[in-house]
């Protein structure tokens, strides 16, 4: 397995496009390193009584564009290397799909599995309390990201409330409707990706009606994608998550996986499916394949083994440079993550903006808007990778880092 971290994919990939678009070099520096980094130790008292430590981050990449956005994670491999790679991806992606935001991303090294509810509340109001300074509607606005949820961006708004002494639910996303959450939040990422994923089928004529699909992760983005993609009439043939995964040719019902994850604690051992691995989950010759865990996924080592027509990235990061060429040359779609999972951030855009209005939008206002949004930045994207004659990648990365560039020469440098 190659060894490359997703900061040392994101540098390359910002290298490539900087070449690309003839990049002045003092921006690529600026834009190599985040404008700030804030590492904070987070403690508080356990529920044996103990004191637990733990090692928390926020990292802001720039903003040039408008204030920071991006996902709090809790994880227990998570580093700041890893952090700030998501930071940066959080930059281009905004910038893509043309939201006025900057790219920011934190996080906490915990294992949230091991840990209690009133645990995960304090550690949440510890974390925010300790990069309060640095957050607020028109500064730095956090949303959920792995093993975060709804109820940790609950915990968030009430905590920068109670801080600042009246309401602020415009100081996160991602929280339930019943505190100023926008409808739609939930299933956007997943639902952008499909529409992503819809455009990708026209250009390439596959029916959609019986595609055969593979989902690594079963978390917020691959089990709400499985159930959209299904509703469209896709076969789910293979599902996974940390445990391993599922595998049956005939498909799945992906409420019914769900239910029995939630049952069980994982995917696995399913009635009628084969139990496999991630790996294998990666190989399964399908029509779609939607990575939707972690970064690192498809690498040089396994791209070549991989037989999907289409590959929509869930997930961040999920495949490295050295595997991007290799499904080029195979000619699998792939659309890469900083468009394909950019309907999250959308939402939370208009989530955002219902909150600073005072208004609240209906469920199919947003996904009309989110559908507008993201069928538009696909076309932008595509409309690129055709006159650059490269995958939809690098043109992604072109189009982002090319707005951001733009921003700064605009702005000039205060001194
Ligand atoms: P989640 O915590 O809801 O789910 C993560 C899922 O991945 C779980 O099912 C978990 O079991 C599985 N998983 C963890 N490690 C794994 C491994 N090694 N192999 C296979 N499966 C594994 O997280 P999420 O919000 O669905 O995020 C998933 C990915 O999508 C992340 O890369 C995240 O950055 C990205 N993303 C999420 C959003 C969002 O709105 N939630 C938006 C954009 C991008």
């Not at 700030?36 to 508080?44: A, G, M, N, P, Q």
């Not at 990666?282 to 083994?305: F, G, M, S, V």
């Not at 209906?362 to 055709?386: C, G, H, M, P, W």
Request: charge should be neutral; charged fraction near 25%.
């Amino acid at each position: 397995m190659t060894n490359q971290t997703a900061l040392t994919i994101a540098l390359e990939q910002l290298k490539l496009t900087a070449e690309k678009l003839e990049l002045d070099s003092g921006i690529h520096e600026m834009l190599k390193k985040p404008k700030r980094t804030l590492i904070v130790s987070v403690t508080i008292k356990m529920d044996d009584c103990s004191i637990g430590v733990f090692e928390g981050c926020r990292v802001q990449h720039w903003d040039v564009r408008g204030p920071f956005k991006g996902g709090i994670r809790y994880h227990p491999d998570l580093t700041i290397d890893d952090i700030t790679a998501l930071a940066k991806w959080m930059t281009w992606k905004c910038a893509i799909v043309d939201l006025p935001y900057g790219g920011a991303k934190g996080g906490i090294c915990c294992n949230p599995k091991n840990m209690s509810q009133g645990e995960l509340e304090r550690l949440t109001r510890r974390y925010v309390s300790l990069i309060f300074d640095y957050l607020g509607p028109h500064r730095d606005v956090p949303a959920p990201d792995v093993y975060t949820n709804e109820q940790t961006m609950a915990w968030v708004m009430d905590t920068y409330s109670q801080l600042k002494g009246f309401s602020v639910p415009e100081s996160v996303t991602g929280k339930p409707v019943a505190v100023g959450g926008s409808e739609g939040r939930v299933c956007a990422t997943a639902l952008g990706l499909a529409f992503c994923v819809r455009e990708a089928a026209k250009l390439l004529k596959l029916n959609l009606k019986n595609a055969k699909v593979a989902v690594q992760g079963y978390g917020n983005v691959g089990y709400n994608a499985a159930s959209i993609m299904h509703s469209l009439g896709c076969k789910i043939i293979a599902v996974s998550d940390s445990a391993g995964g599922i595998y049956c040719p005939d498909g799945i019902n992906p409420a019914e996986v769900n239910a029995h994850k939630k049952k069980t604690g994982s995917v696995i051992n399913y009635k009628n499916c084969v139990n496999i691995t991630n790996e294998e989950l990666l190989e399964t010759e399908c029509d779609i394949l939607i990575p939707a865990a972690l970064q690192n996924q498809i690498r040089k080592d396994n791209a070549d083994k991989i037989r999907a027509k289409i590959v929509a990235e869930g997930a961040n990061g999920p495949t490295t440079p050295e595997a991007d060429k290799v499904l080029y040359e195979k000619g699998i779609c792939l659309i890469p993550d900083i468009l394909a999972n950019s309907g999250g951030v959308t939402v939370s855009y208009f989530e955002w903006v219902q909150n600073l209005t005072r208004e609240h939008w209906t469920l199919a206002e947003v996904n009309e808007k989110l559908e507008s949004k993201i069928t538009k930045a696909f076309y932008d994207v595509q409309k690129l990778s055709r006159k650059e004659e490269s995958d939809m990648r690098t043109a992604a990365l072109m189009l982002g880092v090319g707005r951001v560039a733009q921003a700064i020469r605009t702005l000039g440098l205060w001194q």
